[in-house]
């Protein structure tokens, strides 16, 4: 077929998952490496491409990187390859094409591409088809992003957003005490301060200062979620109850300025690790405390999304409309 083996990935702060697109969103060999065991992205590139048999094999590709694509370099500040040079990517590969995208662009494009068994529904009705969607994902970070459907066909186009880096604003007496500690540490007072997997640590640290529990180790995000969802350990508990919450109304606070009437689809890494708690957590109720515009909110659907390598079906439709339309969606 026409332009195919493809290279596809989804690179997040922690992992680089890379695929070989050998048909329309059909997959070979996927894997996943470790960010931090490669000195460059073209490094992790190549030594996968090298892994799985397919060096000199494939030509085009799409990259999507946790980074904002504004000018020639890649600032994956979550990252251990925090500056990245796009143009000097492209020349130690040596592809004839390769785009890059932000991560949670490539995750918006796979939205209408998703089999709905690997959809969650957690709240809402039925989505407005002509409406914006939004997709907001915790994980190393926190991505955001807006899908839009052309009114007259099936194109769609995404608008990648830095929200993570939206000031955090408290919502109970409860919070204003975790943004308290953490503005005594960081001038700005971020989203992605709390909504991310350093951010379940610092809500830990946080709330073992507020309650004076000494700190003899910290653990992992992982190790917080696990003993929060299996009520180990009062801290991790009200951890992941905060996290969920606060996802609530940041998830909110997109919908409205976005008008995403369409549907939320909640992405990254952390989420879809403890969905049975999350589906039972304050979100719901959260999610649509927004006084007037209650009722509004209560009709969104709201889905966490369980596919392994989502942003690769974006990454795939991307590259697929750059190839034969010359653009990225």
């Not at 992992?15 to 470790?34: D, G, I």
């Not at 809402?124 to 994902?137: D, L, V």
């Amino acid at each position: 077929m026409e332009n195919f083996p493809r290279l596809v990935s989804d690179v997040g702060g922690t992992n680089a998952r890379f695929a070989v697109e050998v048909a329309p969103y059909v997959y070979e060999q996927p894997k996943t490496l470790q960010c931090r065991d490669y000195a460059s992205l073209s490094s992790a590139i190549l030594a996968y491409l090298d892994s799985v048999g397919y060096s000199n094999k494939v030509k085009h590709g799409a990259l999507a990187v946790p980074s904002p694509i504004v000018d020639d370099n890649l600032f994956m500040v979550n990252s251990p390859w925090h500056m990245s040079s796009i143009s000097k990517t492209k020349q130690e590969i040596n592809f004839d094409t390769l785009i890059f995208l932000n991560d949670f662009h490539a995750l918006a494009l796979s939205i209408p591409h998703l089999p709905e068994d690997q959809l969650v529904k957690v709240c809402g009705t039925e989505a407005n088809p002509s409406k914006p969607i939004s997709i907001i994902g915790p994980g190393t970070g926190l991505g955001m992003a807006t899908l839009f459907k052309h009114p007259l066909n099936d194109e769609y186009f995404a608008i990648p957003a830095e929200g993570g880096r939206s000031s955090f604003v408290p919502f109970s007496d409860e919070e204003f005490n975790l943004w308290k500690f953490v503005h005594k540490r960081y001038n700005h007072v971020s989203a992605e301060r709390l909504l991310s997997g350093p951010g379940l640590q610092l809500m830990y640290e946080a709330l073992c200062s507020i309650n004076n529990v000494q700190i003899t180790r910290m653990p992992t995000p992982a190790e917080i979620t696990e003993m929060g969802v299996n009520n180990k350990c009062y801290i991790s508990r009200q951890t992941i109850n905060h996290f969920c919450r606060i996802l609530a109304t940041i998830s909110s606070n997109l919908t409205c300025m976005t008008s995403a009437f369409g549907g939320v689809y909640i992405g990254g890494g952390i989420i879809p690790r403890i969905i049975n708690y999350f589906l039972e957590s304050d979100f719901r109720c959260r999610f649509v405390d927004k006084g007037r515009f209650r009722s509004f909110l209560a009709k969104v659907p709201v889905y966490v999304i369980v596919h392994d390598y989502p942003a690769m079906l974006g990454s795939s439709y991307a590259l697929e409309t750059y190839l034969s339309k010359h653009y990225i969606p």
